[in-house]
């Protein structure tokens, strides 16, 4: 089903200049493996060599974070909208 | 959640009574909470962008004892947004800058100052004479080792992180709630994640962050509303935007878990990589440069140069040296623009992103490609100071 991914600004020149992104998917884990099927250059920014996610970008399935759902599993619905927020530091 | 100091100590004159009246006057403040505003005392590590609003509405509203840690010096391009500054201060220090105006806004404030880079070996120290810590700070490393020496200390970390028009606020390491560590176990590696000097900060973003911050800050030590615990704000200005996402205290996490393994700061630098960034840039080193008088003489003699600019099409409106434009990011997919057998210097803004695209140019196949030490910067300064900086 579709699902909404939105994207944060540091990731978004990776994404083709996009804030949102709708992907196909029945579970986080395909809404990321579609995402960076559309957009292959976010790849190595969500993802590490061995394919795991990056432990300073979290994923938050609506207010969420999907470490503490069923991770990759987390079934999605129409109504869903998944965000990827990652640390940023500047301050000054 | 109760301030530690002993609010029954603060009394307030008369001219204190007149000056915090509209507190005074709220349920939510009253006499009582204005007294506890008095006796607290908060530290701000960093006076710069978030530390600018943050500080200057805290004075403003009557904080008895503000802690500033700074080490840097007023820079011209810090003036729009680090509002403690004015033009006249380019060039002095940001603490002796900001006393000034905090003590202009409100006299009964008391101001410490902590002329220091903050690092592992005084922060537990400087920590200990306050209630509440203020993160203003501008890089991972001083990020962490807020975080661990607030969870260490016992001590509320009220946090705020800017990028271009979004920012993240939370307050950290409060009593049975989360760290920054529970939210982001660890950093990025260097060069991943942009800084405001490379990736540009929208000038009143920090003002938005910096007072959700004084705003946090105060509340605790008032004991009022829903402190910012366990939720992270964020902040997209460009859509004006405001999203909460929730915070789970990480029982595996190493400086807040149940089997702490960080019983003391750590080597934060390194934790971060910033030693191996050091590491890196000395492998670019390799990379051949040419110094901007070096290639001003070529190609005034006539030589055959080709000019290339590698900066985003903005930065060019800015200034240029008539480079040839192909921003960083499009250099692969246009590389066939160029003639390989011509000799090439490479420029950006500083340096950086230009010993990039030589490295790229040379795996490439174009044997003569060198990067124009300092980029355009280091034009401006040497060459030509008609070319603006930015």
């Given at each position: 089903?579709p699902?909404?991914?939105?994207?944060p600004t540091p990731?978004r020149p990776y994404?083709?200049?996009?804030s949102?992104?709708?992907?196909t998917?029945q579970?986080?884990?395909?809404a990321l493996?579609d995402l960076v099927a559309q957009?292959?250059?976010?790849?190595?920014h969500?993802f590490?060599e061995?394919?795991?996610?990056?432990?300073?970008?979290n994923?938050?399935?609506?207010?969420?974070?999907i470490r503490y759902l069923?991770?990759?599993?987390t079934?999605?619905?129409e109504?869903d909208?998944?965000?990827?927020?990652?640390?940023?530091a500047?301050?000054? | 959640m109760?301030v530690l100091s002993d609010?029954n100590q603060a009394t307030?004159?008369?001219?204190?009574?007149l000056r915090?009246s509209?507190?005074?006057?709220?349920p939510?403040?009253?006499m009582?909470?204005q007294?506890k505003?008095?006796?607290?005392?908060?530290?701000?590590?960093?006076?710069?962008g978030?530390g600018?609003p943050?500080?200057?509405?805290?004075?403003a509203?009557?904080v008895?004892?503000?802690?500033?840690?700074d080490?840097?010096t007023?820079?011209y391009?810090n003036?729009?947004?680090?509002i403690l500054?004015?033009?006249a201060?380019v060039g002095r220090?940001?603490l002796?800058?900001?006393?000034?105006k905090l003590k202009?806004i409100n006299?009964?404030?008391?101001?410490?100052?902590?002329?220091?880079?903050?690092?592992?070996s005084?922060?537990l120290e400087?920590f200990?004479g306050?209630?509440?810590?203020?993160?203003?700070?501008?890089n991972f490393?001083?990020?962490?080792?807020?975080?661990?020496?607030?969870?260490?200390?016992?001590?509320p970390?009220?946090?705020?992180?800017i990028?271009?028009f979004?920012?993240?606020a939370?307050?950290?390491g409060?009593?049975?709630g989360?760290c920054y560590?529970?939210?982001?176990?660890e950093?990025?590696?260097?060069?991943?994640?942009?800084s405001c000097a490379?990736?540009?900060v929208l000038?009143?973003?920090p003002g938005l962050?910096?007072v959700i911050q004084?705003t946090?800050?105060i509340?605790?030590i008032?004991?009022?509303?829903?402190?910012?615990i366990?939720?992270?704000?964020?902040?997209?200005?460009?859509?004006m935007?405001?999203r909460?996402?929730?915070?789970?205290k990480?029982?595996?996490?190493?400086?807040?878990g149940t089997?702490?393994?960080?019983?003391e700061?750590?080597?934060?630098?390194q934790?971060c990589?910033?030693r191996?960034e050091?590491?890196?840039?000395?492998?670019?080193a390799k990379i051949?440069?040419?110094?901007?008088e070096?290639?001003?003489r070529r190609?005034d003699a006539g030589?055959d140069?080709?000019l290339l600019d590698?900066?985003e099409p903005?930065?060019y409106?800015?200034?240029?040296l008539?480079?040839?434009?192909?921003?960083l990011?499009?250099?692969?997919?246009?590389?066939h623009e160029?003639d390989?057998s011509r000799?090439f210097?490479?420029?950006?803004?500083?340096?950086?992103?230009s010993?990039?695209?030589?490295?790229f140019?040379r795996?490439?196949g174009?044997k003569?490609?060198?990067?124009?030490?300092g980029?355009?910067l280091a034009?401006?300064?040497?060459?030509d100071?008609?070319?603006?900086?930015?």
């Amino acid at each position: 089903m579709p699902i909404k991914v939105l994207i944060p600004t540091p990731l978004r020149p990776y994404a083709g200049k996009q804030s949102v992104i709708e992907v196909t998917a029945q579970t986080v884990g395909e809404a990321l493996n579609d995402l960076v099927a559309q957009h292959p250059d976010l790849r190595k920014h969500l993802f590490t060599e061995e394919g795991k996610l990056r432990s300073f970008v979290n994923v938050y399935l609506n207010s969420d974070d999907i470490r503490y759902l069923s991770k990759d599993a987390t079934p999605v619905t129409e109504a869903d909208t998944i965000s990827i927020v990652p640390s940023v530091a500047g301050g000054a | 959640m109760a301030v530690l100091s002993d609010e029954n100590q603060a009394t307030l004159s008369n001219e204190e009574i007149l000056r915090y009246s509209r507190h005074l006057i709220m349920p939510e403040v009253t006499m009582e909470g204005q007294k506890k505003l008095k006796a607290a005392r908060v530290l701000c590590v960093g006076t710069g962008g978030l530390g600018s609003p943050l500080a200057l509405y805290l004075a403003a509203a009557g904080v008895g004892t503000l802690g500033l840690v700074d080490f840097d010096t007023v820079d011209y391009t810090n003036l729009q947004r680090q509002i403690l500054h004015h033009t006249a201060d380019v060039g002095r220090l940001k603490l002796d800058s900001a006393i000034d105006k905090l003590k202009a806004i409100n006299p009964f404030v008391k101001i410490e100052r902590f002329d220091t880079y903050l690092n592992s070996s005084n922060a537990l120290e400087i920590f200990a004479g306050f209630d509440i810590i203020a993160d203003g700070t501008d890089n991972f490393a001083t990020r962490y080792l807020v975080n661990d020496a607030c969870v260490l200390s016992g001590k509320p970390n009220v946090y705020a992180s800017i990028f271009r028009f979004e920012g993240q606020a939370s307050i950290f390491g409060a009593k049975d709630g989360p760290c920054y560590r529970c939210l982001y176990p660890e950093p990025p590696p260097p060069g991943l994640v942009p800084s405001c000097a490379e990736g540009g900060v929208l000038g009143v973003l920090p003002g938005l962050l910096g007072v959700i911050q004084a705003t946090e800050v105060i509340k605790l030590i008032l004991g009022a509303g829903e402190p910012l615990i366990g939720r992270l704000v964020l902040v997209d200005a460009l859509a004006m935007r405001f999203r909460e996402m929730r915070i789970r205290k990480n029982p595996d996490c190493p400086v807040c878990g149940t089997h702490p393994t960080v019983k003391e700061p750590i080597d934060y630098e390194q934790f971060c990589g910033v030693r191996g960034e050091e590491a890196d840039l000395s492998a670019s080193a390799k990379i051949p440069e040419i110094q901007p008088e070096e290639y001003k003489r070529r190609r005034d003699a006539g030589e055959d140069i080709f000019l290339l600019d590698v900066r985003e099409p903005h930065e060019y409106q800015i200034c240029n040296l008539n480079g040839h434009l192909i921003p960083l990011g499009d250099l692969p997919s246009r590389v066939h623009e160029l003639d390989s057998s011509r000799e090439f210097v490479v420029h950006c803004k500083s340096g950086a992103r230009s010993a990039k695209a030589v490295e790229f140019l040379r795996q490439s196949g174009f044997k003569r490609a060198s990067n124009l030490t300092g980029g355009i910067l280091a034009w401006a300064d040497r060459i030509d100071p008609t070319v603006p900086k930015y």
